[in-house]
T-cell receptor, first 112, second 112 residues
């Protein structure tokens, strides 16, 4: 069965650079979520989209933005990167709200 | 903010034994989901239990939910070395676009 695809899987950036993470949800899933997991921590919700509209916003820094496109893929744009942004970034998708969220393999971002 | 706590934080057992992990949460929920994560890798969805359900089974997994105590437990029977991973509960409170709030996780080690 198709799973959530995330790219790139690993990303190394310098401080103050920008990064773009991509997420391709499971086909026919219309809701996409982004989570951030710091080292040794539990995942924290960042933002979600339903039918290409932002549906919820969590503890996402103003330096980050995201959108969902007409083909339902989503991108998380991160600017002015800081050392503390180093983390695993997960995308998840679900066929509708209040259902199982299926996570991608994550993008490991390292900021040097 | 942290929704829940998991208990124990770490559990070490022998292959063939059962493993029980507990999760407590603070707010009312729409559903509760359990995930497994191998070291630094993706989150694998295990099971979803809705607020009107009390028990659910899937293979060697048994999940219970007690909404009066705001707690859930995950039982893994006849454990295997391959079950070694971190286990997280995550709650959907049904009010915020279905964002998941994760507990701190239990690190399970199954010794061969």
């Amino acid at each position: 069965a198709a799973g959530v695809i995330q790219s790139p899987r690993h990303l190394i950036k310098e401080k103050r650079e920008t990064a773009t993470l991509k997420c391709y949800p499971i086909p026919r899933h219309d809701t996409v979520y982004w989570y951030q997991q710091g080292p040794g921590q539990d995942p924290q919700f960042l933002i979600s989209f339903y039918e290409k509209m932002q549906s919820d916003k969590g503890s996402i820094p103003d330096r980050f933005s995201a959108q969902q496109f007409s083909d339902y893929h989503s991108e998380l744009n991160m600017s002015s990167l800081e050392l503390g942004d180093s983390a695993l970034y997960f995308c998840a998708s679900s066929p509708a709200s209040y259902n199982e969220q299926f996570f991608g393999p994550g993008t490991r971002l390292t900021v040097l | 903010s942290q929704q829940g706590e998991e208990d124990p934080q770490a559990l070490s057992i022998q292959e063939g034994e059962n493993a029980t992990m507990n999760c407590s949460y603070k707010t009312s929920i729409n559903n509760l989901q359990w995930y497994r994560q191998n070291s630094g890798r993706g989150l694998v969805h295990l099971i979803l239990i809705r607020s009107n359900e009390r028990e659910k089974h899937s293979g060697r997994l048994r999940v219970t939910l007690d909404t009066s105590k705001k707690s859930s437990s995950l039982l893994i029977t006849a454990s295997r070395a391959a079950d070694t991973a971190s286990y997280f509960c995550a709650t959907d409170d049904g009010t915020s676009g279905s964002r998941l709030t994760f507990g701190e996780g239990t690190q399970l080690t199954v010794n061969p």
